[in-house]
């Protein structure tokens, strides 16, 4: 939440002199571009999503929400909600995997062995081929 106030009020009290750096560099003007559209278009929401389902656009819609002037109370809370859904999620889904942790490792070991073995065998085959061929190659 920290980051996300510093983003508004830097966008509101210098919105004119982002525009100008942000204009020197193609991406992230592109980049903030459509963070301050997405803004404008869709308020509030559109900060809950950018807090946790569009959030690289996040710092840029922060920039762009507090340059375009929107209520500090509105963004705030709208923020404060994003940044829930956020948190919630991964500790929701860390305390359902953490049952799972030892099967987790055990799979995961066993897919590892797997493509090794199984990046030994292609590499063997191709190496085998090109022996192949050169001796073939040979005999002509």
């Given at each position: 939440?920290?980051?996300?106030?510093?983003?508004?009020?830097?966008?509101?009290?210098?919105?004119?002199?982002?525009?100008?750096?942000?204009?020197?560099?193609p991406k992230r003007q592109q980049l903030f571009?459509?963070?301050?559209?997405?803004?404008?278009?869709?308020?509030?929401?559109?900060?809950?999503?950018?807090?946790?389902?569009?959030?690289?656009?996040?710092?840029?819609?922060?920039?762009?929400?507090?340059?375009?002037?929107?209520?500090?109370?509105?963004?705030?809370?709208?923020?404060?909600?994003?940044?829930?859904?956020?948190?919630?999620?991964?500790?929701?889904?860390?305390?359902?995997?953490?049952?799972?942790?030892?099967?987790?490792?055990?799979?995961?070991?066993?897919?590892?062995?797997?493509?090794?073995?199984?990046?030994?065998?292609?590499?063997?085959?191709?190496?085998?081929?090109?022996?192949?061929?050169?001796?073939?190659?040979?005999?002509?």
């Amino acid at each position: 939440m920290l980051g996300d106030q510093a983003g508004y009020q830097l966008g509101r009290s210098s919105g004119q002199w982002i525009d100008e750096k942000m204009a020197h560099r193609p991406k992230r003007q592109q980049l903030f571009t459509r963070a301050r559209e997405f803004t404008l278009n869709r308020g509030g929401p559109g900060i809950f999503l950018t807090c946790w389902l569009f959030a690289p656009l996040g710092p840029y819609a922060n920039l762009a929400a507090g340059a375009s002037r929107m209520n500090w109370l509105t963004f705030t809370l709208w923020g404060l909600a994003g940044e829930v859904v956020w948190v919630g999620l991964y500790v929701g889904l860390g305390r359902v995997f953490a049952e799972n942790i030892e099967l987790g490792a055990q799979v995961a070991s066993q897919a590892l062995g797997f493509l090794a073995a199984l990046g030994l065998t292609i590499f063997l085959g191709v190496w085998l081929m090109r022996v192949i061929r050169r001796q073939n190659s040979r005999e002509d």
